[in-house]
């Protein structure tokens, strides 16, 4: 309903907006999300993934799910995650997150029963996966199995600044050296920060010193594959040699075969294979080897063995760099005021820096108007308004109910004794003034709340702020350390 609640004493919506659905409303939700699931994936994709998972319960607006096991929980999650989401989205406006759990009690009752097709582990991929995850980014024609290189990542194309000297210098010795300096050169940072870009740069550079060394290059998602293929197709032999023959592989984002066993006892040999015959091995992860989960212990101590170099956030000055260069790449006459402006605004990480500089040079191409600062912030006002979004609502609420000694899922939760409540109140107000986001959005981040009780919440700490002085104060003191 649309009106607005003016009445500061009716009781606040305290209900889970999806807390009274009943069984057959669960069942109907699933029913039709599977259905749509199964005309998206095909019907096999569909027997594998999406038929052995079960919806469980629905509440505070999370769909919970099981499987019997973790492998395809992780597959599930890592392939359809986003399409599972958004269907059930689709089906109950009021449902925000989805949850799956592994119900061990399936594992080892008859759940493999042929009605009830799930595959156990990574050998167990059905022909329809395997045939979508082949890409015409491969040449994987059955003798050669590498991933194209980028030509635009090389060493010359790559800015150095602070954040990623040790990580480039050690790269550069790689490539460079006659002898394998340190094996394996582990590089780990977070998204879009070089990592791809530098192990495409070291293929280049050791194929062009010397065109007959062999170089392998694949992300661990497709040496997954491979490996499962060649299990599929009994060509383990074939498999191994390949990757046992080269001078120098490199295996970027290790991080996927996390929880894959097979996988990784595969990976394992394979790696020792090539270090025993003083082979160079270059690995890339998001975390470094001790803060990879799911890892086996003896491959992730193996994995540090070697040199490990972080790529850290960027600063300013390497941001201001690397779109120089680029600017210059494409020929582009940008004015210095604009490259200073991306830089400071766009910092999280470097595709989207790429990303925002490549707009507004294709949009002053179209137009046939030069590039300046005003029609840089028009051009770019989404993404812009998105990264002035600096806190959160989710910060709020960590910071507010550390100040008050609540626990953060009271702000969740339907209790409304005053220690609780207030604090709340508190952090519905200040989320309101610092994020862009609207009463509605609000109200279903603290466990799905009517958009009313935020304007209330509103109000009401506006109102103790004009009466109670020190209240005042809290609340500023918070929003202070919010802010900065
Ligand atoms: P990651 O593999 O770490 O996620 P990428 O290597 O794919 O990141 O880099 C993302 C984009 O940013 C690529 O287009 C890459 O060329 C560019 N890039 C990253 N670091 C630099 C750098 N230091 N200098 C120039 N371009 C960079
Ligand atoms: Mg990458």
Same mark, same amino acid.
């Given at each position: ?7 500061p004493n ?94 061990? #009690?399936?594992?080892?009752?008859e ?8 595959p ?48 480039f210098?050690? *790269? ?5 050296s ?20 530098l ?60 929880g ?8 394992f ?31 992730? #101590? ?6 490990? *170099? ?36 766009? #910092? ?38 998105? #990264? ?11 910071k ?85």
């Open positions: 309903m649309g009106y607005l609640d003016n009445t009716k009781p606040f919506n305290m209900l889970d907006a999806t807390a009274n659905l009943t069984s057959e409303e669960v069942a109907s939700i699933w029913a039709n999300v599977r259905a749509k699931m199964r005309s998206e994936l095909g019907e096999a994709a569909y027997k594998s993934w999406v038929k052995p998972l079960t919806l469980a319960s629905i509440d505070n607006g999370q769909a919970k799910m099981t499987v019997p096991t973790r492998f395809i929980r992780d597959w599930i999650l890592s392939r359809y995650g986003d399409r599972l989401l958004a269907f059930l989205k689709e089906e109950n406006a009021n449902i925000r997150t989805m949850e799956i759990t592994i119900a061990s #009690s399936m594992r080892n009752s759940s493999t029963s042929n009605d009830l097709y799930a156990q582990s990574e050998n167990d991929i059905d022909e329809a996966t395997l045939a979508s995850l082949d890409d015409d980014n491969d040449t994987s024609d059955g003798t050669q199995i590498t991933s194209k290189l980028d030509p635009r990542f090389t060493f010359e194309n790559f800015v150095v600044g602070k954040p990623n000297e040790l990580a210098a050690a *790269a550069r010795r790689v490539a460079d006659e002898t394998v300096p340190f094996n394996p050169l582990f590089l780990y940072g977070g998204v879009g920060l070089g990592k791809t870009h192990m495409h740069a070291i293929a280049w550079q050791v194929k062009k010193k010397d065109p007959s060394k062999k170089v392998l290059y694949i992300s661990a998602e497709k040496f997954m594959y491979q490996f499962i293929r060649a299990l599929r197709y009994k060509t383990t032999m074939a498999f191994k040699e390949q990757f046992r023959s080269v001078d120098l592989l490199m295996i970027d984002d290790v991080q996927f075969i996390s894959k066993e097979s996988t990784q006892e595969e990976f040999h394979t790696f020792n294979a090539l270090v025993d015959q003083n082979r160079q091995v270059v690995i890339s992860a998001d975390k470094s080897p001790s803060d990879l989960e799911g890892l086996e212990e003896r491959l992730r #101590s193996r994995l540090g063995w070697g040199l490990v *170099a972080d790529i850290h956030p960027t600063t300013y000055e390497l941001r201001l760099g690397i779109l120089q260069s680029k600017a210059e790449q494409l020929n582009a006459d940008i004015p210095q005021d604009v490259l200073e402006f991306l830089a400071h605004k766009v #910092s999280s990480n470097i595709r989207e820096l790429e990303g925002a500089l490549n707009r507004i040079v294709a949009h002053a191409s179209l137009v046939g108007r030069p590039v300046t600062l005003e029609n840089t912030q028009e051009v770019l006002q989404d993404l812009l308004r998105a #990264s002035d979004r600096k806190v959160t609502i989710e910060e709020i609420q960590k507010v109910a550390e100040h008050f000694n609540i626990r953060i899922s009271d702000m969740h939760s339907a209790r409304r004794s005053r220690t609780v409540a207030r604090p709340r109140q508190i952090a519905m107000s200040l989320s309101k003034q610092l994020t862009q986001r609207s009463l509605p959005e609000i109200g279903r981040k603290f466990g799905g709340r009517d958009h009313t009780t935020v304007i209330h919440a509103v109000r009401k700490v506006e109102e103790l702020c004009g009466k109670d002085h020190s209240f005042a104060e809290d609340v500023n003191l918070l929003r202070r350390m919010l802010e900065g």
